[in-house]
């Protein structure tokens, strides 16, 4: 039955005012968007006026004891330096970006005349052994060095990866020890200190992560786990890199042009250069790290909902600035880099927060903790001795 043209006119019709009510829902849910955030920046910014009201009120009259400020560079306010791990971003760039870039150059030129891989990578060993040395001295130098050897001591004599959970664990427990004894005997300095147990915790994750994939010990291995571990931009800053992406840094084939690579570094470097100036300037007037829990009974309730928003936007800064530095000399070597730390205002579930802040360290819980043990079938009771193992080591690992 054919239609005939007033019904095809109703049809037409019909079907203008559908799109018109639905480009009518879209513009409301646009309209609505719009006014659910411009609520949610409204009490943000509401929030953290009173918290530096409140704030400033508490530190006008502190006496310094702990050395949390130094003399700030903006309207003559003082910056809040009491965070270690921030201080160090730039401590250990001033020793080590030069030493980072040079590698980089010099990778470069070598590969361009050769395609002998060992020779590169001892060539990058070289590099990063001479870096530490120079700024930290043999002593702190051979305490770094003794994780690849324990662990390829290990694997040498065992053959299996059992020993390698175990000896995690232990390790981790023990880095604490020890480096609680270095403080003790003031054996480095304080910043020294803070950075040797940085290194060593990385060490940790990265010869484990090594030799997860690979159990076999020959002269060839030994090399790759010491450019592995040695490597310089994620020695300091991170975050953790599997090993089976890093090795995509020796397959040239896939390499994009050098101008393409060097855009690429230069964008990624003025964003963490951005991001780094951003926090430093807001260390001057939102003291964060430097709060003291006498001064928090004091404040209000909008104060302190401002200060809980604040210490989780500050930490997720100071590891964009610290994993955004690993990964763009990374990237620039064509290894596969996780995802920066994803800003908290965008994480509404605390499964979000462990999969999407840590990329790196989360795909190393996935892959090499929670997959080991349930790839193994057994009893009831080896199920949950596996699923007590499994807690205690993610724990460890974040602590």
């Known amino acids: 039955m054919k239609t005939t043209d007033k019904e095809c006119e109703v049809k037409k019709i019909n079907m203008k005012n559908t799109r018109w009510k639905i480009c009518l829902i879209c513009e409301r849910l646009t309209l609505e968007k719009w006014f659910y955030f411009s609520v949610w920046v409204g009490s943000i910014m509401y929030g953290i006026y009173y918290f530096a009201k409140s704030s400033n009120d508490f530190f006008r009259n502190y006496v310094d004891y702990y050395d949390d400020f130094e003399e700030g560079t903006f309207l003559n306010r003082k910056r809040d330096q009491s965070d270690g791990e921030f201080e160090e971003i730039s401590s250990i760039f001033k020793q080590f970006g030069t030493l980072m870039f040079a590698s980089l150059i010099i990778f470069e030129i070598q590969r361009k005349f050769t395609n002998n891989k060992e020779f590169l990578k001892l060539t990058q060993i070289f590099i990063s052994f001479y870096g530490l040395i120079h700024n930290f001295g043999f002593k702190y130098f051979f305490v770094l060095l003794s994780q690849p050897l324990i662990y390829t001591a290990i694997v040498y004599n065992f053959k299996n990866k059992a020993p390698l959970y175990i000896l995690v664990v232990f390790n981790i427990i023990w880095s604490k020890w020890m480096f609680t004894m270095f403080i003790i005997h003031k054996v480095f300095d304080e910043l020294s200190i803070i950075v040797a147990f940085v290194g060593y915790g990385w060490s940790i994750l990265k010869c484990s992560c090594f030799y997860f994939e690979s159990n076999v010990v020959t002269k060839s291995t030994f090399i790759d786990l010491l450019e592995f571990v040695f490597y310089l931009p994620t020695f300091f800053y991170g975050p953790i890199l599997m090993y089976t992406d890093y090795e995509e840094k020796y397959n040239f084939e896939k390499y994009k042009p050098l101008r393409e690579r060097a855009l690429s570094l230069l964008k990624n470097g003025l964003r963490i250069l951005f991001w780094y100036v951003f926090t430093y300037i807001l260390l001057h007037y939102l003291y964060i790290s430097a709060m003291r829990v006498e001064a928090l009974y004091d404040f209000d309730s909008t104060s302190l ?35 920066l730390p994803r800003c908290i205002g965008r994480i509404h579930l605390y499964s979000d927060m462990w999969k999407y802040f840590d990329v790196g360290l989360y795909h190393y819980l996935v892959k090499y903790l929670y997959h080991f043990y349930f790839d193994i079938q057994g009893c009831p009771k080896i199920a949950l001795f596996k699923s007590i193992n499994i807690v205690l080591n993610c724990f460890l690992c974040l602590k």
């Open 305 to 339: 909902y401002a200060y809980g928003f604040l210490m989780g936007t500050y930490f997720q800064l100071k590891y964009l600035i610290l994993y955004g530095i690993g990964t763009m000399f990374a990237s620039f070597y064509n290894i596969p880099v996780p995802a």
